[in-house]
Structures are given as C-alpha cells and as structure tokens.
C-alpha cells in the first residue's frame, strides 16, 4: 500500500493511519529470515472498542475513549491550556528557548528522517516520520497561538485540532524513543526529539496521561516505596546481602558492601533493577571498588538506592521531585560526590537535565561511573589480564550518555586495554543507535507493544549487533557490552525474541563485569556463556 | 478493569493478567489458574513450595525476590523452575502467588 498520510489526516476519523504490512520492515539477514514476514498481532477486539487505537498497530498508553462529545470538549480544552503553557516563559522556563527555536525553524530537508531508526526499519511509515509528530504540533501552534494563525493557516498548512488528532498525537509520543539521533544530523539545529518529549510534557503534566510504567508504576511508586521496582529499603538491602554471598560464591572473592557511610568519598547509585535483574553488575562493582581501596557507600534511605529518574521522558515536576531527593540524601550523606552506575537515562538527569534545579548546597559533584571506572583502571593499582577476556566484544552507545553528554572514550580506553575481541559497531560513538528501549520503551510491556519494539525500534540493533560479528562462527560466544541498564532490558528482549543466543551465540552484560571478568586474582569468572565459564 | 472467572469466581486483574486485589489470593485461584500458565494436571508440592516462598517473601519485602534467590532458598536449579513454570518464574509463578507484575528497569 502506498503511504500517502498527511499531517492534516491525523484529525480525520478512521480504522488507523499506519499497518505494517508482512515485507514492510526492513530485510534481516540469515539465520533470521524466518522472521522477515513476522508483523504484530492485532489488538484484541474488545480493546479496540474501548481505548484509543486509530493510530496504528500498537499501543504504549492505552487511552480510554471518551463516553460523551462533552468530555471530548473538555480534553480538547485541556489539551490547549497545556499547549499555551509550553510557550509561556514562566510555565517552561527550562525548555521554552529550544521549543521555539525548533517551532519557527524546520526546512524539511529530511535529513532527520534518514537518520531516524524507527522510520527506516519501519519501511518508512510517514506517521514515524521525524518530522510528522512535529509539523503537527507546528501547525497546531501556528493555527492556535499565534497572531492571525486562523487567516494564514490556509497557506502554512491547516490542520483542525480535534480528539482524535489530540489522542493519536499522545500516543505518537510514544513512538519516538528521544534518542536524538535526527537532533544531531539536522543542519540548523531543530529537535525534533525535543518536541516529542514536550508533547509528553504536556499530556501528563496538564492531563494526566501517561504510560503507566512511567508513572503511576514509575516515579509514584519510586518517590513513595523508595523505588520504581517497588523495593523498600529492607528489600534492597536483603537483595545486596544476597548478591554479597553471589560474588563469594561466583568469583571466589569476598565482598563487604558498604551502606549509609557518613563522610564517604564517593556515594554510589545503582539503578535499582540492577540489583534484581543484573545482581552481578551491583557485585562487580562492588568488588571493584574495594579491590582499588575506594572510599565509597551505597544508601538506603528511600529512592536513595535507585538512580532512575522515569520523569526526564514525561514531566518535569516528577524529574524535580527525583532528583531534589536524589541530591538532598548526597548532602545529608555529606559524600564528596555522587557517582552514577550504570544507567543511560539516571546519567541525562541527575547530571545534566537537574542542573539549574541543584544550586547551593544541592550542588554536589556528579560523576559518571565510566569515568570513575577508567580512573580506576589509569590508576594502576589493579593488575588485569586481557586474555581472561578473550572472545568477542561490541559496545553500544548508550544515547543519554554518549549522544547527548559526549562520554565517548572512557569506555573505550578500558575496553581497547581488557578486551583483546573488541570491534566497533557500524557506525558508533555519537553515531551508535538506540537499542530501541530508549525513553522508557525498554519497561512498557502493557498490549502489544513490546512486539512493536522488538520488530521496529530494537531492530536496528539487532541489524548491527550481528553486523558487528559477522565474520564469527555461529558456535563463538559473543558479548554485546551494553553499560545501561534500559539498554541492557532492550537487548536481553531482542536476543530472547529472535532466538539469538540458540542461533548465534549471543550474550550481553555490562562494561564493569568485563573488568571483573579479567581482575587479576579472580578464582573464577564471573562472565558465564549460558552455563559455559567464559575462562577456565 | 479486565476480569478473569477462576473456579466460578471473578477476580480483577491488569493487561498481562497479574490479580490486581492482593487480598483476594486463595489457594484455588492459583490451582484453576495453572493451566493457563502452561502447567498440565494439579498444582504438585514442588509448585507449592515456590508459591509459598514467593508470597512470603512478597508479605516481608513488598517484590518478588531475585530468580537467583529463589533457585538457592529452595535448593533448585534453573531449569527445574522452568520446568516447573514454563511461562517463566517472573511471569506464571508470579501470576499464581498472586504477586504484582514486576515493574521498574527490570
């Protein structure tokens, strides 16, 4: 079918704007083909009856449908005033400057749309066009906000704002995961990544919708049980006691982890999910640490064990609220500085995004934990022995650390110096990929969606993890280095999806355990191939 | 809401089909909700001793525990958890002990 949408048709009532078609998405390679005419199972019947799903297959909110033209009247009034205030100074003083500049400027030129994952891998649905999503709220803006906007719209391009532009334009939110790529290639700056993430602004800061894993799920349950696992501190706590016996049982070699140590140099934040999903990362770290003499402490007082800030993808008060929390036990911990495990998105936030939020003496050191890791490896004081880490390696590049703050080469130094099998992937550094979970894709699992990551947004990844070694034998383990715990879930996804560990060898993990895996005096490895040790 | 009828009674549960009201947990929820979850025949002592652990463990510290965990406090491997729960330990254990779905970067 031809795809001739148009930014005005996204008002206009019918059964969807996009289908993907068996053949649609983009080729993969052998051994996979058997997945080439795999599209995603239709929405049940009585889900469509219920909530809003005119946009296309899937769905990350899952809004309900209003029951009178009453209550469409209201949404539509509501979503106005949320509008207006994204263009107010004293609304969005943070990020009223770059909306506007990304508003008024946009040549489509399409160099963003090339450079977007979701649109190619699509088969380039014109709704996943980078720039569809915006030239709707551009249009919107123009028509509504601006001086005239109902005279001229005629010649800048008219839209009607209605409900079903406004429920598909929510959900359309959320099919961009903020990686920015298109941010980066476009020659006059626009973002289109950031107008997405405005729209979500305003969809849950002045309406109350949101995917529920990112809030009510996400930083309600964070601020209120300490974290969005759900983990109250005598949870984390027993989770960490137990990975202490694992990594004396693992590695032979014996960890105390330390908690709530006043004066220490260094406070030390997991993203929580680590300690339950990926325990041996918590542990090597720890094992790390101790081994190089460090003076360092974990906290558990509540949301102080869980670096994740879900806000930075949907609303600002929640990202303030997290990370006002986050910096205040680091005062009170009275800690040198704040260093940030292995997490993407908790990197962007407490680093960066809170920035103008933690003045004074909020305003405590923040570091990445790539950075402490290659101090630590700089420093000398640990012997490590490469051959321990003799198999292939690829990295990816987490977007929120190294497309939008630039860590590019501390994990790069280590890795070029413990792991003999390292090749890049194809391209890389700020050019790399999303793994395709970015903006809180990786934790939503409600209806079908994790089907539409798996066979859309992740499958550039994947296209480019068996790239990176396709000139191994299937039978050779491989290990895709992903330091991000949300890059981590996404990719466990994509392996577990196409079969790839059966069918190509494929295992994943963490840069830290790579370091552990070739510390000198280790008894035994911690990086295992399914049952396999990964050194004898 | 979706709703489930499990040995002629109605129990709300959320998209992916965890029970949503904790407090409505019976052993014969998880026993007519097996075979949904792939388990063939009647719940036997091994199944029980897994759910068990898991609701206890969820009463103390408000999460399912880590699978690794599980394994060690009841001295079973992997595999045998699977075999077990074929849908899984997160996901048809889970489901059975009437537990949350997991949530956070998990």
Known sequence: ?536 | MPQIELAGKMYEVDEDGFLQELDKWNEEFAEAYAHAEEIEGKLTEEHWKVINYLRNYYQQFGIAPMIRKICKDLKIDMKKLYELFPTGPAKGACKLAGLSKPTGCV
Not at chain 1, 189 to 194: E, F, I, T
Not at chain 1, 404 to 411: F, N
Request: proline share 6%; net charge neutral.
């Open chain 1, 1 to 536: 079918m031809k795809d001739l949408i148009k930014p005005a048709d996204i008002s206009k009532p019918s059964a969807g704007l996009c289908r993907i078609e068996p053949g649609d998405l983009a080729t993969l390679p052998p051994p996979y083909e058997d997945f080439n005419a795999t599209v995603l199972k239709p929405l049940p019947a009585d889900k469509v009856k219920a909530l809003e799903t005119s946009l296309d297959d899937t769905l990350a909110i899952g809004i309900p449908k209003p029951a009178t033209p009453e209550e469409e009247e209201e949404l539509v009034r509501r979503f106005l005033s949320g509008l207006t205030k994204l263009f107010e100074k004293k609304n969005n003083w943070t990020f009223l400057q770059p909306l506007l500049l990304s508003m008024e400027h946009c040549a489509r030129c399409q160099t963003c749309s090339e450079a977007c994952p979701v649109f190619e891998m699509s088969g380039r649905k014109e709704i996943y066009r980078p720039i569809f999503r915006s030239e709707v709220l551009r249009r919107i803006y123009k028509k509504y906000l601006t001086p005239g906007g109902k005279m001229t719209a005629k010649w800048t391009g008219d839209i009607d704002l209605n409900w079903t532009a406004i429920a598909r334009l929510a959900e359309l939110a959320y099919r961009c995961s903020l990686c920015r790529r298109c941010a980066s290639v476009c020659p006059i700056g626009v973002d289109n990544g950031l107008i997405t993430h405005e729209l979500r602004k305003l969809f849950s800061q002045e309406m109350g919708i949101a995917p529920k894993e990112l809030h009510e799920k996400g930083t309600v349950l964070h601020l209120r049980a300490g974290s969005s696992t759900g983990m109250n501190p005598l949870a984390a706590k027993d989770s960490v006691e137990f990975i202490q016996e694992e990594m004396e049982e693992i590695t032979g070699y014996k960890v105390d982890i330390p908690w709530d140590v006043e004066g220490a140099d260094i406070l030390l934040i997991h993203n929580a999910g680590e300690m339950l999903a990926w325990p041996e990362n918590v542990g090597a770290f720890a094992i790390l640490f101790q081994a190089a003499g460090l003076s360092w402490t974990l906290s558990s007082e509540t949301t102080g064990y869980d670096a994740v800030n879900y806000g930075l993808w949907y609303d600002d008060v929640q990202l303030a609220r997290v990370a006002l929390r986050h910096a205040d036990i680091a005062r009170r911990l009275k800690v040198k500085k704040i260093v940030i495990g292995e997490c993407g998105h908790a990197h962007k936030a407490l680093i960066e995004t809170s920035d103008r939020l933690l003045t004074g003496d909020l305003n405590i050191p923040r570091e990445s934990a790539l950075v402490t890791l290659e101090a630590i490896v700089r420093s000398g004081k640990l012997k490590f022995d490469p051959q321990k880490n003799d198999f292939p390696v690829t990295l990816h590049d987490p977007c929120n650390y190294v497309r939008l703050m630039g860590i590019v080469e501390p994990q790069r130094r280590i890795l070029r110096q413990i792991a003999p099998g390292f090749r890049e992937m194809t391209p890389h550094g700020v050019d790399n990929y999303c793994c395709g979970g970015g903006s809180g894709f990786a934790i939503m699992s409600g209806y079908n969606f994790t089907d539409w990551r798996n066979l859309v947004s992740s499958r550039k990844k994947f296209l480019q993890i068996l790239q990176a070694f396709e000139s191994e034998p299937p039978q050779t383990p491989k290990y895709v280095c992903a330091p991000c715990s949300n890059c981590k879930g996404a990719i466990r996804d994509i392996l577990g999806y196409y079969d790839a560990e059966k069918r190509s060898r494929l295992y994943y993990g963490g840069l830290v355990e790579l370091l552990v895996n070739a510390l000198d005096g280790m008894k035994k490895p911690i990086i295992l191939f399914g049952d396999e040790p990964s050194w004898k």
